[in-house]
Structures are given as C-alpha cells and as structure tokens.
C-alpha cells in the first residue's frame, strides 16, 4: 500500500489513540467496563467483541484482501471476506444459506430475488451514520440540482427502501428502513481503441454500425446484455422504448429480432462475461469497440495501449452495488455487522476503490483519504498534477491527464439506463436464447 | 454392517444365506446412488413441472418448460448444433486416434520411446483449462500467429476472422482435447492384441489393409466404443470449451441450461437436463453393446 503513507490514519485509531490506549489493549486489562463510559461508541467494545467474526460474501471487485486488512486493523473485531466466483453463486448462497453470511455486498438488480424473502435485515437509517451526507442520488433518486435521476432500468432508489420493518416491500419514498447502504457505483460507456478507430465515437448506435462489424464485443449474460443493445437500438432509431430498462413482450421481441440480423450479419466478435475477458479483448486488439467497465479501460491503459472511455450523447450505462446485512443477525453480532458497514463507508475503503475507476456514495469521506490531486483527478474531472496510481500501487496515469468524461456529475448525471433486470425477466431470458442459437 | 458383524459370535456367520450377503454388499453403494442421484434427480424431474419466477419456484402445476422443450424451433436448433459437434469431433478424433494409437502399437518398436511417445500426447495437459483456452487467442486471433503468417505470404490481405470465437475455433478446442483419450482407449485395446495373430496373417500373405479391416477392427471394438463414449459425453456435457472459444456465441444445450441456472430460472433448466441425460444413456447404453466392460477390465 504506497497511498498509506499520504492518508491520514483511520478515524477511531486517533480516537483511541488520544486516550493512549487502544481498545484491544483495554479489553486485555480487563478494564474495558470502566473506560468505557470515558469513550465515544462504548456499547461495541464493552464486551466480548474480539470474538465476534463477521463474514463479508462479495465478488472480486468488493472482496479485496487489502481492504480486509484494514478493517481489521480498525475494527476489534474480525472480519472474513469471501469471494463468490459469480453473481449465481453468489445469489444462491446468501437465498439457501443465509445463515452462513453476514454482510454482503451486490447490484441492486440482484435485489428483487429476495423480495418476500426475509433473508435481508432491514438496517435502521438511524443506525448508518453517514445518510446525511450520503449523495442524494440514493436518498431520494435525485440529482444535486434536485431533478429526478433517470428511472429507466433499475434505478438505484427501486430497491433502497423497505416500506416497513418487516422488509417484504421495497418503498419508492424515503423511510427508516435500507435495504442496504450504498457502496458503489459508476457510469459506464464503451471503450474505444482510438489508435484502431481513428475517428471519434459519440453515440452507443456505433455499436451496431456496420464499419464494424465482427470488431465489437457485448456483455454476456441477460440483463447487461440487452441493456447495452437496447442503448444501441434506440440510438438508431430501429427501435423505440416506453422504458428500455423494463421492455414489454413486443419490445423484447422487436429488440431480439434487430439483434439477431445484426448477429447474422458478423457484427459481434464476441460477448465478454468477466474482467479478464473483456480487458484480454480489447488488449490483444480482437475488439475496437465494446461496453465495458472503468477498472478494465484502466488496465487495457496500464498495458500501455490506448484505451478512450468517454459518455455518448445518449448517456452511460449506470449502476450500483449496496451492502446489505442478513436478516438472521442480532445482538452484539448485528452491531458490529453495522459498524463493518459504517466502516466501509468511512472513507478508507472508498478512497481505495476510487482509485480503480468506482464512485463511493460518501465522497466527503473518501475525500480524505485522497490527496488533493488524486481526488481532482478521480471526481472533479481536474487533471492530475502528479503521477495518478492506481490502488495497487502501479503508475497508471501521467501527470495531465484527466478523467474520461469529466467530473463526478458530468458523469453520472447523464444516465441513459441502469442496469436493469426485468419484470418480463423470464420471457428475456427465453428470447434471448434464441439470439444466441441464431 | 462392521457394527452387526462383530456383535454376532463368530459360528453365527453362516446363518447369513449367500442372498442376503449380496444385498449387504450392495447396500453401500445402493444406498448412495439413492440418496446421491436418484432422488436429486427425481426432484429435478419434479421441478420441471413447478411454475417459477426471479429465483423462486412455485408449487403449482406448469407444463410449459416441457411445452417449449417439444415444440420450439430453439431445441431443434441447440440440439441440431449439439449434434454437430459430437458427430465432427468424434470422426476426427477416431480418424486421428486410430492413426495415432496404430503407429504407436505397431511400428514403434521400442517400449521406451512409445511411452514417451504416448506421455507427449498429454503435454498439453499440463496447464490448467482456462490458461489453454486463453492460450488460442496468440494463435487463432485476428492478430494471432496463423494470421500472421496468411498475411505474410499475402494469401490473404484482411484476417481471417473465423479462426477464433466460431464454431471452428470450438471444433479445434475439443479435438485438441479429446484426442488423447480417443488414442487412449484404442491403444489400450491394440496392446492385448497378441502379435503373434499379426504375424501369422503377415505369414498367410494378408496385406496391411487387410490386417487392420479384418483383424485389428474387430479386436479393437471395445476400445473404440469406449473411446467415443468418452468423446460423446465431453462434447454433450460440456460448457466450458463452448463458451470460452466462441465468445458466447455458440447455443448448445449445455450453455443453454446455464443460460438459465445463471438468471435462476430452474424448471426449464430441469426439464432440458432430463432430456439431455435421457439422450446422453441411450447413447452410452448403445454404445455399450459395442464393448463388454467388465470383460475389458478383467483381461
């Protein structure tokens, strides 16, 4: 961890560190009970926290050892991460054993497979600490300048509300009930080989252009899939959407027709269904244009090939990851569950996935641990005035360099969809396979 | 059982009649298959018939994963497509296996050299299957070797795009997989032909043709009936190969029951399961008729 040395430390180290003690070392004199009454947040520490374990299930961009290190280090209690292979899995696991999870972290779309569930602790907005100064993108589906964010797909506020405590129903309006607390999200758009293209590219309808054909890439799988042809469609005007993140049975219909001729015509060199893929597609030249994610343009980048990731005048393609708790939590393991999650959100953890390409949904706190320059860099659309490192360590802008598309708002207010799953999910996922036979 | 055995005195043992010896033999084994296969699989048949939706089924009565199995031109397609592969990749690998196996247990001489021989076929082995795949791009890529050198020769002025993420680039994957135990298995089988049978037919004047239609062929069966199960029941099972080399392109029944564990929708799944395990034994059970295994493993 190069970055340690210009972050400040973590907040409840200096904490402590201001009575002299740390709090390991007070349970160890066993006069916990004593001092704590003379420090902030008592409650959790009082007891026998050093044995708590709380098991985080998240994927590989969440679960990352570094940041395990650290919350261990702040935390007095433990905390495992697991990594789930793939969205499947990981879904499975926390519906079949949910007792075998703590906290997770996931796409909102993922959220109406445990609508009626009650596999998911509603967590009190009292109990998360840093609601207010959360964006309100989440809190209330709006922009800053207080217009209403884009609600076509999943948008973040369809899932971010429990209407009640019993956690059966999702509430479009604020209540005291989260389904999760926002983590990260991101806008995202296609990445381009300029040095292959040659021309610049401002619309998603690019996708389908036949000057490409056989040079473009979609993501696999349903949902991401058609979310980024249906951009693309609507782009050309070959098919027009009440709301292209939840079609209807015809528009399904009409978009897996469009696509198909497309596919039949060459257009597509192949769909990328994780990280490495897409990264090894767009690198090794195979692909000039597909959908992708901002950590992998970054690595295509670190390899020293140029990679372009800017919006399109339709908008990017949004999303959003929230951690949720499970339902089967109480006690001192549901309290320290939600210090983890205030944790995570404290701003160490979201400067360091900053520093990949995501958003954190407390800027202020990220903030903080950034330098003045990497947070210009990274949410003000500034340029860098030193060497941009990634959070591994490794050089991966020079000093000059700005962000693809701007400043935090210049991107994710210009969402065209979110991710999405559907309410016709069922009959797309049957359509969609007929796609993939053409 | 051990439990029953040693709690029962010693001139008690030959109460136990031969019948019910075999039944406690069996009973291990029988007890795992009915709680390991049988009964999972009966509750996927069960499954088949529930009405689902975003990961949940339903106990209610639906027929139109089986509806949709019967009547869509999509099983046609992905069966068809299914078909395909395993009827190419077993023609070559049998043309490629019998080759390979022939000259190695014939005109090799030196037990040595056909060990190693037969050792070198494994080589690509060595690494593990998602690096083998990744593997191909260097190769069959628009960038890839092969292109390079089309290219250089001026055959052709634009890559050749069809080598990789195409129907051909998952042919290639699988014959470079699964020629080995095709070679295995044919190899096997020549081995226990004696040489003398050979040479009394070199004797009598039979040409080389002649020894392998009339003698090697024959003897070989078993071999061959093995081999291709093996071949027949990879390229039906497998997703792995499929999607890796055609970029997802390519719908086989295998991607198309994960296509739908993956969005949670699991009747359908079940239903095009139980009809591809049906397909797959009928086509083992076949084959099966070709060799006698338990009078292979005996030899």
Request: one cysteine or more; charged letters at 15%; aromatic letters at 10%.
């Amino acid at each position: 961890m190069t970055d340690a040395t210009t972050t400040p430390s973590y907040k409840y180290k200096s904490a402590s560190a201001k009575t002299g003690l740390s709090r390991r070392a007070l349970l160890k004199t066993g006069a916990a009970a004593a001092a704590a009454s003379a420090l902030p947040a008592p409650m959790l520490w009082a007891q026998n926290i050093k044995d708590i374990t709380i098991t985080h299930i998240g994927q590989s961009y969440s679960t990352i050892p570094q940041i395990a290190e650290k919350a261990n280090e702040d935390l007095d209690f433990e905390v495992v991460m697991q990594t789930a292979p793939d969205t499947t899995t990981h879904v499975n696991r926390l519906l079949t054993q949910p007792d075998t999870v703590d906290v997770t972290d996931m796409p909102n779309t993922n959220m109406k497979y445990f609508l009626g569930r009650g596999v998911l602790m509603p967590v009190p907005v009292s109990a998360y600490k840093y609601w207010d100064q959360t964006l309100s993108l989440f809190v209330d589906g709006t922009y800053p300048d207080g217009t209403a964010a884009s609600l076509e797909g999943y948008a973040p506020i369809k899932s971010q509300y429990w209407k009640d405590e019993s956690a059966q129903e999702f509430s479009l309006t604020p209540t005291d009930y989260l389904v999760g607390v926002p983590m990260y999200y991101n806008a995202d758009t296609l990445g381009i080989r300029p040095d292959l293209i040659g021309r610049p590219i401002d619309s998603w309808g690019e996708l389908l252009n036949p000057e490409f054909a056989g040079k473009v890439a979609l993501q696999d799988g349903v949902s991401t899939g058609i979310a980024d042809a249906a951009m693309a469609l609507e782009a050309l005007g070959e098919v027009t959407y009440v709301d292209k993140g939840n079609m209807t049975k015809a528009e399904i219909d009409a978009t897996i027709e469009k696509l198909i001729e497309y596919k039949k015509a060459g257009q597509f060199r192949s769909f990328w269904s994780n990280f490495d893929q897409s990264v090894q597609l767009m690198a090794s030249g195979e692909v000039e244009l597909q959908s992708m994610w901002s950590p992998a343009v970054t690595e295509v980048r670190t390899r020293g090939i140029e990679c372009t990731y800017q919006g399109m005048k339709e908008g990017y393609r949004g999303w959003y990851i929230m951690m949720s708790a499970m339902n089967h939590l109480e006690g001192l393991k549901r309290d320290c569950a939600i210090e983890y999650m205030n944790w995570v959100n404290a701003g160490w953890a979201g400067a360091f996935i900053s520093r990949q390409g995501f958003y954190n949904s407390v800027p202020d706190n990220a903030k903080e641990f950034m330098t003045a320059d990497e947070y210009g860099y990274w949410y003000e659309g500034k340029a860098a005035q030193g060497d941009i490192l990634n959070p591994f360590g490794k050089v991966m802008e020079k000093a000059g360099a700005t962000r693809d598309g701007g400043a935090l708002w210049d991107r994710m207010g210009n969402i065209g969809i979110w991710n999405t799953l559907m309410d016709e999910d069922r009959y797309l996922v049957r359509q969609w396979q007929d796609f993939l036979s053409a | 059982m051990p439990a029953a055995q040693s709690a029962a005195p010693p001139h008690q043992r030959q109460v136990l009649s031969p019948k019910v010896a075999s039944w406690l033999q069996v009973a291990p084994m029988a007890v795992i298959f009915t709680l390991m296969v049988l009964i999972p699989l009966a509750i996927i048949f069960v499954v088949s018939f529930l009405d689902y939706d975003f990961a949940q089924v339903f106990p209610e009565l639906y027929l139109g994963s089986w509806v949709d199995l019967f009547t869509s031109q999509l099983t046609l397609n992905l069966y068809a497509l299914t078909f395909k592969f395993v009827a190419i990749v077993w023609v070559v690998t049998f043309v490629l296996g019998f080759c390979i196996a022939y000259f190695l247990s014939f005109h090799v001489r030196s037990g040595a050299l056909r060990l190693l021989l037969m050792a070198a076929i494994a080589i690509p082995f060595w690494t593990s299957g998602p690096i083998r795949m990744v593997s191909w791009v260097p190769l069959l890529g628009r960038e890839g070797l092969i292109n390079q050198a089309l290219m250089g020769l001026h055959l052709t002025s634009e890559p050749v795009t069809w080598l990789m993420y195409s129907e051909f680039a998952v042919l290639v994957a699988y014959i470079n997989l699964l020629t080995m135990p095709m070679v295995a298995a044919m190899a096997n089988s020549m081995a226990k032909i004696p040489h003398s049978v050979i040479q009394a037919a070199k004797d009598a004047g039979a040409s080389e043709g002649q020894i392998i239609r009339d003698i090697i062929f024959p003897l070989i069966k078993p071999g061959i009936a093995i081999g291709s199960i093996f071949v027949v029941t990879a390229v039906m099972g497998d997703v792995f190969i499929v999607k890796q080399m055609s970029g997802s392109q390519v719908n086989t029944v295998g991607m198309s029951i994960v296509t739908e564990l993956n969005a949670f929708m699991y009747p359908p799944a079940a239903a095009k399961s139980i009809v591809l395990l049906v397909i797959v034994l009928s086509i083992v059970g076949l084959l099966l008729r070709f060799a006698d295994i338990r009078k292979e493993l005996q030899k």
